[in-house]
Each structure stands twice: as structure tokens, then as C-alpha cells.
């Protein structure tokens, strides 16, 4: 029965008094209405979305237009999120508001005699405005590089397109798309690396410029700026440069072949290759035509009368892979000063050059093939680390890579003297000293010997002898990794790596010059003789900047001990070990072999009392040779080279091997002319003016026939030109 209720609408009892609600029931009884009322409000707001939003409502093709135009704008959104982040490293190139400087410096070197080998560094001229230029040499950069150059935004996608697909018809890369504009960019922002976030920024840095300078601007700073071999910087210093002539007076082949230059001056510069040169303006020449700028009439005197620049063989002939190296040491040197001219005499020997460059080419002549090597490279110093002959490759004109400096390739057993020194620098270690040659682990790891065969007990000098894989490992874990790589470091490996446990087998990536100048310090008796080129720079007003005398600092890494038994070690190889192939009679050469894994370098590392020599061969693309050892190819070259090197001179002593050295003479292995002229000049001759005039001969006569050689080429370009 329901409970009666007084006048104020409240629950009585029995008694007639009120009844006391309970709070927590009124609570509820709000919450149940409150949702109640939400979700009854909600649906009628969703009703009335819904009734909203059916105007817009669309079906059939008009659905499927509004469906495509919302993609677009969502992806479009996404994609310009997605191309700011992009562009943001391009904005930081621009915020300097600073250019690339085409060079910071010019230097003239000369070798150790004093005579000019080459130059580097800046040879500018953006004196010549652009309405002053011949037309045709306008056109023919315009014909050849952007024909599309003045209706574009910066990127030529149209070019982009034909480039691909001539690519793809011819199944190779022989077409760029970059406009003239990009290549801008990449000439004044960034470097030449070939990455994809490098081509972002230049395609960024090409729309920043576009807005920023009219057409001409950019095309003008093009001319400037763009790199035409020889070490110049733009068409107005070029010009000089090849045809000793102003820009302005540039006729229509010689317009062609500048024009022709800007893809690749390395492989198109006159005087390096001067037939593709001239080839390579006669598709200049067809792409004027195409492009409608001049009639077949007009460019025929140019087809039949190629371009000719002057003369520049003995550039061709000079030691470029010292001359790159030696410009960035010397760089170094001079860096923060006001002047931009330098005179840098080297320590780089002429004659000693010519050996190496000969010792190479005629061993890769006779037996590269065979051996499936294709490149060689080598490093010779002086017992004090003074560079004298570099090779850093079989062919500059070809390949500017310097395989010499960079340090891309394991030296395999080569590095083994490290890790004996460090044993011996312990004092618990001496070449008598006999361990066990029998399989050994590291974790997981289990190297093995040559072939596969153990030899049991032999003593440390056997087993360097013939380059045991087990000794070297056992003795990496007696002394630690560590001290090994540290002793590398000190002896002279400029670049780090990673200490794993196959250190001990020279698993590291080393260079040439760094392992000459840690190969120095067993010659040098214990000294560290790190490589250098410079001897002395000097402005152009003769003031002397940088003098190494005033540098000379002796610092011993290896103790006088250990420094003997490794002379001692090291010249067993040659005499009884792998590097037998390196002997060289009357001379005390000492060395060490080198062979990696599935044979893609192979080393010889050595040292005499007057020279340190390293010599690396194998493939640039890192494919596997023919069963190729550091005691086969390398260690005939740097025989070859030592042979040479050692003839008509005063051979040292090696420090702590007991040898006597051969007799100093002068008459013997020289050529007829060289022999002929010695033996008419030597009686009256002290030894050493004796000496300078053999090595002149030589040099003579290599240049005669390098001249005829050039003379015949430049006939037989010349006939080609004609046809």
C-alpha cells in the first residue's frame, strides 16, 4: 500500500510524520535521468548531423569524382608535410647566404730538385659578362646540357623524362637530366657525393635560386663556376688555359668542345683524351642542329676543323695522384692565411716515380690478366717517411681515385708485424720463442693456416716466416687486442677500426701511405716517420710559411730490440718466407706478404736501408682474383721497383740484419743513351753529379718516347677529325 503524503509532497508514516529520503537513492534517480536525457539529446543532434549532412550526399559518378578529390587533398597534405621535412637541410645550405669556394688555394709544385711538376687549386676568371660571350658558345651549352633552360622552373621534368628513357633504350647511363640549374646548385651548395638526400636538397636549392636570380644571373654564375679540368674554374680561365686565347674570342669547335666538357672534364678535357674530346663536341655540334640553333651547313667547318689546344703533354705526364695528395696536405699547412698563392717544394723524386709507374704497368701488362687483377697501387718513402714516388692507379686519365691514400682494403697478413712487435715489446716474446701451430678459437670463430695444414711446435720466426694464421692469433690473445691496435695506430694507421677478434689477420680497412709509414718505423730503427709530401712552402712574394725542418720531432715506438728481431724476421720472409719473390740481389730488403680472404687484395709491405715501399693490388669492384698472393704480382712489383731504385746508388745498411750491401757503381742496368753518356761524363764527374746526370738521361729518354707516342696519337686524332 502506498504511503500517505503530507502537504509539502512528503512521505508520512503511521505517526503522521514525515519520512526521511535517502540521499543516495536521489543520486541515483539523477544519474538515470541525466543519461537518459544525454543519450536522448544525442540522438536527436546526430539526427539532425545526419539530415545536415544529406544535402552533400552524392551517388554515382559524382561519388566517384568527390572520393578522388579527397584523396588528393589528404595525400596532397601528407605529401607537402612530408616534402617540408625534406626541404628543411636545403634551407640551412641557403641560411649562411655563403657559396661554395671553387678552391681556397693555388699551389705550385715543385719536386725535390726544385722543378715545377704540376699545379692545383683555383684558376678563375668571371671577369667576361654574359652578353659579351660568343652566341655560339651559349648555344652549344644550352644545345648539349638544358635546351629547355629558359621555359623551366629549375627542374626540367621533360628532361627527366627523355634522359630515362634514352637510358633505357641504350641500357646504360648516357643521359643526365640535372638542368643547367640544378647543376648550379650542386656546383655552389653541396658536394658531388651521389646520394638521394643530396639530389633533394639540389632539387630544393634549384627552385630557391630560380626565385632568387633571373635567368641570366644563373646562367652567367654557371659559365663561372662550372669545373673544366686542368684546375679551372669557369669558361673565361679555360680558355686561356687550353687555347691561350679570351673566351670571347672562342670560335665554333672551340665552343663545342668547352661545351662538351661540363659532364665530365675528367674524361673529356682535351688534354687528357683529346679524341673523345673531340668526339664528344661533334655530338655537341648534332645537338645544336637538333635543337634548330645552327643548320648542318653552318657546323660543317667546325666538324671538319676540330678544336686543337696547345700542348700540354708534359701535364699529362705528371705525377696527378702525388699532386692530389700533396694539394690537401698542403692545404693543411697554410690554412688561415690571407694569401692565395703558394710555391710548395716536395720531397717527390722524379726518377723514382718512373719506376713505380713502370713496375706496375708492365706487370699488369704481363700477367694481370692471367691473375684477373686490374689495378695496382704504391707508396714510396724514405726511411724518414719522405714521400718519394706515389701510383694510386693504373691509368689517372681514366680514374682519379686514389687507391694509394684511401683506406678501403684489408692488409690480411701484412699486418701481422704488428701484432709480433706488440708481443715482443712485452719482453716475454723473442723470435726463438716456440708455441704450437694447432687449430685455435675465439667464441665461434676458428681461423686456419694457408692450407689448411698444422705444423705443431715451431718457433716465432718459422711460423712468421711462412705466415702462420694460428701463432699470430694465440699471441693477439696473450697480449690483448687492444695493445695490437694500438700499436698500429702508433706505428702510423691514421683511420680506425673495429677490434674484433680476426685483428690479429689484418681483417681492417688500411691505406697504402699508412702502411708505407708504419713499415717505416722498422726502417728508421724504431722511429716514428709518418708520410709526408711538403718539404717547404713559400708565398709568391719567396716569404717561407711552412718549413719541415723546423718540424722534425723523433719519437721511438719501437724499442731498439724489438725493432731488430723484427728487421731480422721480416728479411727471413724475403729470403726463405713468402716474399721471396721480392729479393733483390746485393740489396738487404726485408718485408712482409699479404693475402686476404677469396683473394681480393694481395700486399707487399718492405723496406731496404734507403727506401719503404707498400705495394696493393686487386679489383676497384672488389670481385676476387685468380688465386692472386701478396708473395706473387705485388711482390714482384715492388722487386722490380727496389731493382731500379737501387741501381747507380750508394746501397744502406738495414738496420739490425747483418748483410753487406753490394758495391756503389754507376754504369750498370742504364740505357744506351744514359750508359753512353755516364761513361763520357763519369771520370770526370764526382759520384753524385755523376748520379743526377744518369738520372737525367733516363728521364730523357722516357720523355722522347712518351712525345712520339703523343705526336702519333694526336696524327692519328687528327686523320679521324678529317673524315
Same mark, same amino acid.
Given at each position: 500500500?502506498?504511503?500517505?503524503?503530507?502537504?509539502?509532497?512528503?512521505?508520512?508514516?503511521?505517526?503522521?510524520?514525515?519520512?526521511?529520503?535517502?540521499?543516495?537513492?536521489?543520486?541515483?534517480?539523477?544519474?538515470?535521468?541525466?543519461?537518459?536525457?544525454?543519450?536522448?539529446?544525442?540522438?536527436?543532434?546526430?539526427?539532425?548531423?545526419?539530415?545536415?549532412?544529406?544535402?552533400?550526399?552524392?551517388?554515382?559518378?559524382?561519388?566517384?569524382?568527390?572520393?578522388?578529390?579527397?584523396?588528393?587533398?589528404?595525400?596532397? /597534405?601528407?605529401?607537402?608535410?612530408?616534402?617540408?621535412?625534406?626541404?628543411?637541410?636545403?634551407?640551412?645550405?641557403?641560411?649562411?647566404?655563403?657559396?661554395?669556394?671553387?678552391?681556397?688555394?693555388?699551389?705550385?709544385?715543385?719536386?725535390?730538385?726544385?722543378?715545377?711538376?704540376?699545379?692545383?687549386?683555383?684558376?678563375?676568371?668571371?671577369?667576361?659578362?654574359?652578353?659579351?660571350?660568343?652566341?655560339?658558345?651559349?648555344?652549344?651549352?644550352?644545345?648539349?646540357?638544358?635546351?629547355?633552360?629558359?621555359?623551366?622552373?629549375?627542374?626540367?621534368?621533360?628532361?627527366?623524362?627523355?634522359?630515362?628513357?634514352?637510358?633505357?633504350?641504350?641500357?646504360?647511363?648516357?643521359?643526365?637530366?640535372?638542368?643547367?640549374?640544378?647543376?648550379?646548385?650542386? #656546383?655552389?651548395?653541396?658536394?658531388?657525393?651521389?646520394?638521394?638526400?643530396?639530389?633533394?636538397?639540389?632539387?630544393?636549392?634549384?627552385?630557391?635560386?630560380?626565385?632568387?636570380?633571373?635567368?641570366?644571373?644563373?646562367?652567367?654564375?654557371?659559365?663561372?663556376?662550372?669545373?673544366?679540368?686542368?684546375?679551372?674554374?669557369?669558361?673565361?680561365?679555360?680558355?686561356?688555359?687550353?687555347?691561350?686565347?679570351?673566351?670571347?674570342?672562342?670560335?665554333?669547335?672551340?665552343?663545342?668542345?668547352?661545351?662538351?666538357?661540363?659532364? /665530365?672534364?675528367?674524361?673529356?678535357?682535351?688534354?687528357?683524351?683529346?679524341?673523345?674530346?673531340?668526339?664528344?663536341?661533334?655530338?655537341?655540334?648534332?645537338?645544336?642542329?637538333?635543337?634548330?640553333?645552327?643548320?648542318?651547313?653552318?657546323? !660543317? #667547318?667546325?666538324?671538319?676543323?676540330?678544336? !686543337?689546344?696547345?700542348?700540354?703533354?708534359?701535364?699529362?705526364?705528371?705525377?696527378?695522384?702525388?699532386?692530389?695528395?700533396?694539394?690537401?696536405?698542403?692545404?693543411?699547412?697554410?690554412?688561415?692565411?690571407?694569401?692565395?698563392?703558394?710555391?710548395?717544394?716536395?720531397?717527390?723524386?722524379?726518377?723514382?716515380?718512373?719506376?713505380?709507374?713502370?713496375?706496375?704497368?708492365?706487370?699488369?701488362?704481363?700477367?694481370?690478366?692471367?691473375?684477373?687483377?686490374?689495378?695496382?697501387?704504391?707508396?714510396?718513402?724514405?726511411?724518414?717517411?719522405?714521400?718519394?714516388?706515389?701510383?694510386?692507379?693504373?691509368?689517372?686519365?681514366?680514374?682519379?681515385?686514389?687507391?694509394?691514400?684511401?683506406?678501403?682494403?684489408?692488409?690480411?697478413? /701484412?699486418?701481422?708485424?704488428?701484432?709480433?712487435?706488440?708481443?715482443?715489446?712485452?719482453?716475454?716474446?723473442?723470435?726463438?720463442?716456440?708455441?704450437?701451430?694447432?687449430?685455435?678459437?675465439?667464441?665461434?670463430?676458428?681461423?686456419?693456416?694457408?692450407?689448411?695444414?698444422?705444423?705443431?711446435?715451431?718457433?716465432?720466426?718459422?711460423?712468421?716466416?711462412?705466415?702462420?694464421?694460428?701463432?699470430?692469433?694465440?699471441?693477439?690473445?696473450?697480449?690483448?687486442?687492444?695493445?695490437? /691496435?694500438?700499436?698500429?695506430?702508433?706505428?702510423?694507421?691514421?683511420?680506425?677500426?673495429?677490434?674484433?677478434?680476426?685483428?690479429?689477420?689484418?681483417?681492417?680497412?688500411?691505406?697504402?701511405?699508412?702502411?708505407?709509414?708504419?713499415?717505416?718505423?722498422?726502417?728508421?730503427?724504431?722511429?716514428?716517420?709518418?708520410?709526408?709530401?711538403?718539404?717547404?712552402?713559400?708565398?709568391?712574394?719567396?716569404?717561407?710559411?711552412?718549413?719541415?725542418?723546423?718540424?722534425?720531432?723523433?719519437?721511438?715506438?719501437?724499442?731498439?730490440?724489438?725493432?731488430?728481431?723484427?728487421?731480422?724476421?721480416?728479411?727471413?720472409?724475403?729470403?726463405?718466407?713468402?716474399?721471396?719473390?721480392?729479393?733483390?740481389?746485393?740489396?738487404?730488403?726485408?718485408?712482409?706478404?699479404?693475402? !686476404?680472404?677469396?683473394?681480393?687484395?694481395?700486399?707487399?709491405?718492405?723496406?731496404?736501408?734507403?727506401?719503404?715501399?707498400?705495394?696493393?693490388?686487386?679489383?676497384?669492384?672488389?670481385?676476387?682474383?685468380?688465386?692472386? !698472393?701478396?708473395?706473387?704480382?705485388?711482390?714482384?712489383?715492388?722487386?722490380?721497383?727496389?731493382?731500379?731504385?737501387?741501381?747507380?746508388?750508394?746501397?744502406?745498411?738495414?738496420?739490425?740484419?747483418?748483410?753487406?750491401?753490394?758495391?756503389?757503381?754507376?754504369?750498370?742496368?742504364?740505357?744506351?743513351?744514359?750508359?753512353?753518356?755516364?761513361?763520357?761524363?763519369?771520370?770526370?764527374?764526382?759520384?753524385?753529379?755523376?748520379?743526377?746526370?744518369?738520372?737525367?738521361?733516363?728521364?730523357?729518354?722516357?720523355?722522347?718516347?712518351?712525345?712520339?707516342?703523343?705526336?702519333?696519337?694526336?696524327?692519328?686524332?687528327?686523320?679521324?677529325?678529317?673524315?
Amino acid at each position: 500500500m502506498q504511503e500517505p503524503i503530507n502537504k509539502n509532497q512528503e512521505p508520512i508514516n503511521k505517526n503522521n510524520k514525515p519520512i526521511k529520503q535517502n540521499r543516495l537513492l536521489q543520486l541515483d534517480a539523477w544519474l538515470d535521468s541525466s543519461i537518459y536525457e544525454f543519450f536522448k539529446s544525442s540522438g536527436r543532434g546526430y539526427t539532425r548531423f545526419q539530415d545536415f549532412m544529406s544535402i552533400f550526399h552524392v551517388s554515382g559518378f559524382r561519388r566517384f569524382i568527390v572520393e578522388v578529390i579527397s584523396d588528393i587533398l589528404s595525400f596532397g /597534405a601528407i605529401a607537402a608535410v612530408l616534402m617540408l621535412s625534406l626541404a628543411l637541410p636545403a634551407f640551412d645550405e641557403t641560411a649562411s647566404g655563403e657559396f661554395n669556394k671553387a678552391e681556397d688555394y693555388s699551389f705550385i709544385f715543385l719536386d725535390r730538385y726544385g722543378n715545377e711538376i704540376g699545379r692545383r687549386g683555383i684558376r678563375s676568371d668571371n671577369s667576361v659578362e654574359l652578353d659579351k660571350l660568343p652566341d655560339h658558345l651559349i648555344k652549344a651549352t644550352l644545345a648539349i646540357e638544358d635546351r629547355r633552360f629558359y621555359e623551366h622552373f629549375g627542374i626540367d621534368f621533360l628532361g627527366i623524362l627523355r634522359a630515362a628513357l634514352s637510358n633505357l633504350r641504350a641500357n646504360s647511363v648516357v643521359e643526365g637530366g640535372s638542368s643547367i640549374t640544378q647543376q648550379l646548385a650542386k #656546383n655552389l651548395f653541396l658536394t658531388s657525393e651521389r646520394t638521394f638526400s643530396r639530389k633533394i636538397k639540389e632539387a630544393y636549392l634549384s627552385l630557391w635560386l630560380e626565385a632568387n636570380f633571373t635567368k641570366d644571373e644563373i646562367l652567367k654564375m654557371y659559365f663561372d663556376r662550372a669545373y673544366l679540368g686542368g684546375g679551372n674554374f669557369g669558361v673565361a680561365a679555360a680558355a686561356e688555359y687550353y687555347f691561350t686565347k679570351s673566351v670571347e674570342d672562342l670560335t665554333l669547335a672551340e665552343s663545342a668542345m668547352f661545351a662538351g666538357m661540363f659532364k /665530365a672534364p675528367s674524361r673529356f678535357a682535351p688534354h687528357i683524351d683529346l679524341a673523345a674530346s673531340r668526339g664528344r663536341a661533334n655530338i655537341v655540334l648534332t645537338s645544336m642542329v637538333n635543337a634548330g640553333y645552327v643548320t648542318e651547313g653552318q657546323v !660543317t #667547318n667546325a666538324r671538319r676543323n676540330p678544336a !686543337t689546344p696547345v700542348d700540354r703533354v708534359h701535364e699529362i705526364n705528371s705525377p696527378n695522384y702525388f699532386l692530389d695528395w700533396a694539394f690537401i696536405e698542403a692545404k693543411k699547412l697554410v690554412l688561415g692565411r690571407d694569401e692565395i698563392g703558394f710555391i710548395a717544394r716536395t720531397s717527390f723524386d722524379p726518377v723514382l716515380q718512373s719506376f713505380a709507374k713502370q713496375a706496375i704497368a708492365s706487370t699488369l701488362r704481363e700477367s694481370g690478366e692471367r691473375y684477373g687483377v686490374s689495378e695496382a697501387a704504391i707508396v714510396v718513402t724514405d726511411p724518414n717517411g719522405a714521400v718519394r714516388a706515389m701510383v694510386g692507379g693504373l691509368d689517372y686519365g681514366k680514374s682519379q681515385f686514389n687507391r694509394a691514400t684511401t683506406p678501403t682494403r684489408q692488409p690480411g697478413s /701484412a699486418f701481422k708485424p704488428f701484432v709480433y712487435a706488440t708481443a715482443f715489446e712485452t719482453g716475454k716474446f723473442s723470435p726463438e720463442t716456440k708455441i704450437v701451430d694447432r687449430p685455435v678459437c675465439i667464441g665461434n670463430w676458428c681461423p686456419r693456416n694457408y692450407n689448411n695444414s698444422y705444423r705443431g711446435t715451431v718457433t716465432l720466426l718459422n711460423a712468421f716466416t711462412r705466415s702462420i694464421n694460428t701463432i699470430p692469433v694465440r699471441l693477439s690473445i696473450s697480449t690483448g687486442r687492444k695493445p695490437i /691496435a694500438d700499436m698500429a695506430h702508433a706505428m702510423g694507421i691514421q683511420n680506425d677500426f673495429p677490434i674484433t677478434r680476426s685483428l690479429a689477420l689484418g681483417v681492417s680497412s688500411v691505406s697504402v701511405i699508412d702502411m708505407t709509414s708504419a713499415y717505416s718505423v722498422f726502417a728508421s730503427g724504431g722511429y716514428k716517420s709518418t708520410a709526408t709530401g711538403i718539404s717547404r712552402i713559400s708565398n709568391l712574394y719567396g716569404d717561407v710559411v711552412f718549413d719541415a725542418k723546423n718540424n722534425i720531432e723523433k719519437q721511438r715506438i719501437l724499442s731498439e730490440d724489438t725493432t731488430r728481431k723484427m728487421n731480422m724476421m721480416m728479411r727471413n720472409v724475403v729470403v726463405a718466407g713468402t716474399g721471396r719473390r721480392a729479393n733483390v740481389e746485393g740489396v738487404p730488403a726485408a718485408g712482409k706478404t699479404g693475402t !686476404t680472404s677469396s683473394y681480393r687484395d694481395a700486399w707487399f709491405a718492405g723496406f731496404t736501408g734507403n727506401y719503404v715501399a707498400a705495394v696493393w693490388m686487386g679489383n676497384d669492384n672488389n670481385t676476387e682474383t685468380k688465386r692472386l !698472393t701478396g708473395g706473387s704480382l705485388p711482390a714482384t712489383i715492388w722487386q722490380k721497383f727496389m731493382e731500379f731504385a737501387h741501381t747507380n746508388i750508394e746501397v744502406l745498411p738495414l738496420y739490425g740484419v747483418d748483410f753487406e750491401p753490394r758495391k756503389f757503381t754507376i754504369n750498370e742496368n742504364l740505357s744506351q743513351e744514359g750508359g753512353e753518356l755516364a761513361q763520357n761524363r763519369a771520370p770526370t764527374l764526382p759520384p753524385e753529379a755523376a748520379m743526377n746526370l744518369v738520372k737525367l738521361s733516363e728521364i730523357l729518354s722516357v720523355e722522347i718516347e712518351r712525345i712520339k707516342s703523343q705526336e702519333t696519337r694526336v696524327q692519328q686524332n687528327s686523320k679521324i677529325g678529317e673524315e
